[in-house]
């Protein structure tokens, strides 16, 4: 428990630059001397990192890898005025400066690169955790909004072709229908299968691969 009452059980105070501001966040290091994975994670929206995602990085710690949970800029325990601002692609500078700063860490496997798991929660979830997240407030401010129509981040999905891509979908998700992301992630395919100069078969359910060929997915699943 942290001194105001919250979870995050053997995270590590840290704290990297972002934007002229400083991100904190704790780093969970598994019970070994060897290097190993990291995983990125930070809320969507406007919550922050003691709203849940304590109890899931500690099952990650669990399985072995190390995770790195943060606050965006403008919220939680993160520095930046106006508190609240909201604007998506100082949130995706946020995540890069998250990962360069895990990258240089002693522990992470060097050839590697840490994946990054974002969650976006509903206003519920929120209100179900605001007791344990004293820095979290209901509230952002109006030019995010604008921020948030300007940011395309479907468009930006073919770029990242021919690079193995695992997409988790929640089925009965109601901000994000599973059909819109099954959509989006058929833009990766449909790139990867155009710069082949053939076609990209997949499933609607299932593992998601760029098209079917072999030794392509031999090489995905010795990557993960």
């Not at 995010?144 to 770029?159: G, H, N, Y």
């Not at 997409?167 to 989006?184: K, N, Q, T």
Request: aromatic share 8%; proline share 6%.
């Amino acid at each position: 428990m942290t001194p105001d009452g919250s979870f995050n059980a053997t995270g590590e105070d840290i704290a990297f630059a972002s934007g002229g501001e400083s991100c904190a966040g704790w780093l969970y290091r598994p019970a070994t001397d060897a290097t190993v994975p990291l995983i990125v994670m930070a809320h969507g929206f406007s919550g922050v990192k003691e709203q849940g995602l304590a109890e899931i990085a500690e099952r990650f710690r669990a399985a072995g890898f190390a995770v790195l949970v943060f606050d965006f800029r403008h919220f939680g325990a993160s520095g930046g005025a106006p508190r609240g601002q909201l604007f998506p692609l100082d949130m995706v500078e946020d995540f890069r400066c998250a990962i360069s700063w895990a990258c240089h860490q002693p522990l992470v496997v060097p050839e590697g690169q840490p994946c990054v798991l974002p969650g976006a929660e509903a206003f519920a979830f929120f209100e179900a955790h605001k007791d344990s997240a004293p820095t979290w407030r209901n509230a952002i401010t109006v030019e995010s909004l604008e921020k948030v129509r300007e940011f395309d981040s479907v468009s930006l999905v073919p770029m990242l072709a021919p690079t193995a891509l695992l997409v988790v979908a929640a089925e009965r998700d109601s901000l994000v229908p599973l059909d819109a992301v099954r959509s989006a992630a058929a833009r990766a395919d449909d790139a990867a299968a155009a710069g082949r100069g053939g076609r990209s078969r997949s499933s609607g359910s299932g593992p998601r691969w760029a098209g079917s060929d072999l030794t392509e997915r031999a090489a995905a699943q010795a990557h993960f």
